[in-house]
């Protein structure tokens, strides 16, 4: 997977390194070169541009017309939202994520269909967790992305399992099954059905334990 992250402040750095760690590619943009490369450390392996990440030109060189994701995790709401919704609106970048320290605005650009976090101390796990689960269908995000729906089909290897295979307090809920033209709320003991449309409520930060669940291949 290829993502540029805006800001190389302790969010930033943080999420750029987790990424590139994890065999992801990164691209770091921030206005102070030396600074950045120096939170981001010796055994950094992806790349820094110096810059604005509102830029287009500077986002050009980034690459992010072919980029998968975009997070803006600069010190700056302002700055953040602007990049954010340059990202999603002009380049039409798969997923962006915008840092935002005033919870009050974070909400309104979730409704501009913006993810947002607010929170500093979950946000590098939040934001990973955001940008990485593209196999999975997120039909919608609730509070700040810290719980979200998705639909999964049932196929030849769901088939025959039971709800109770994919719940796990706190985290996974599946709470509505359709088969062919009817949804019903199922117990633990209903046996999915191949073809079976499941919808299910996650928290954000165990949507990598669902994919090894339900053995999808994180893309890289």
Do not use: W
């Not at 700055?79 to 954010?84: G, H, M, P």
């Not at 269909?113 to 999975?136: K, N």
């Not at 709470?175 to 191949?194: C, L």
């Amino acid at each position: 997977m290829k993502v540029i992250v805006m800001g190389c402040g302790r969010v930033g750095s943080q999420i750029s390194n987790l990424l590139a760690q994890r065999g992801h590619r990164v691209t770091v943009i921030d206005h102070r070169d030396a600074d950045a490369a120096n939170r981001l450390g010796p055994d950094f392996k992806g790349h820094i541009l110096h810059g604005l990440g509102f830029d287009q030109q500077i986002l050009l060189e980034a690459g992010i017309k072919s980029t998968d994701a975009f997070i803006a995790a600069s010190a700056s709401d302002n700055a953040n939202i602007v990049a954010a919704r340059i990202a999603r609106n002009v380049f039409r970048v798969p997923k962006v994520v915008a840092r935002m320290y005033d919870p009050r605005r974070a909400e309104i650009y979730q409704r501009l269909g913006l993810m947002t976090i607010s929170s500093t101390e979950l946000g590098v796990r939040q934001i990973y967790e955001m940008v990485t689960h593209s196999d999975l269908d997120i039909l919608q995000k609730f509070g700040r992305g810290e719980v979200s729906v998705i639909a999964i089909e049932v196929d030849f290897n769901l088939a025959g399992r039971h709800v109770r295979d994919l719940n796990i307090t706190g985290e996974l809920n599946v709470f509505s099954v359709t088969r062919g033209d009817h949804a019903f709320i199922p117990s633990n003991s209903t046996e999915f059905q191949e073809g079976d449309i499941l919808h299910l409520s996650v928290l954000s930060t165990a949507m990598t334990r669902l994919e090894g669940m339900l053995g999808l291949e994180r893309r890289n």
